[in-house]
Nanobody, 128 residues
Framework: QVQLAESGGGLVQTGGSLRLSCAASGRTISNFAMGWFRQAPGKERDFVAAISRNGGSSNYADSVKGRFTISRDNAKNTVYLQTNSLKPEDTAVYYC?????????????????????WGQGTQVTVSS
């Protein structure tokens, strides 16, 4: 079992930035591929970004490419999502997710169904 706890959300103006953190406990995340998803009210949970076990590969939703950056520090058991140039349409609850992977690099996962472990989420609100 691994427990995930997101933090760093808040209220920002359009164009602002936030750094989201996902702290893991219970097991080392070096064995896990990690991802960030978001869910706006009344909508499905959508993929935002994913990163391989060793951080060597990552992938982003088209809507956030060039603005968001996913990273990880396995020594701190933490994954980050740097969000820049925020827009009102980025408003959502942001979730961290983890899944075990036998591949250390080159593999990441973009579907909700591919992840086993989820955090409780952190709210990001972008005002216009």
């Amino acid at each position: 079992q691994v427990q995930l706890a997101e933090s760093g959300g808040g209220l920002v103006q359009t164009g602002g930035s936030l750094r989201l953190s996902c702290a893991a406990s219970g097991r080392t995340i070096s064995n896990f591929a990690m991802g960030w998803f978001r869910q706006a009210p009344g909508k499905e949970r959508d993929f935002v970004a994913a990163i391989s076990r060793n951080g060597g590969s990552s992938n982003y939703a088209d809507s956030v490419k060039g603005r968001f950056t996913i990273s990880r520090d396995n020594a701190k058991n933490t994954v980050y999502l740097q969000t820049n140039s925020l827009k009102p349409e980025d408003t959502a609850v942001y979730y961290c997710a983890a899944r075990e992977s036998i591949y250390s690099g080159g593999s990441y996962y973009t579907l909700v169904s591919e992840y086993r472990y989820w955090g409780q989420g952190t709210q990001v609100t972008v005002s216009s």
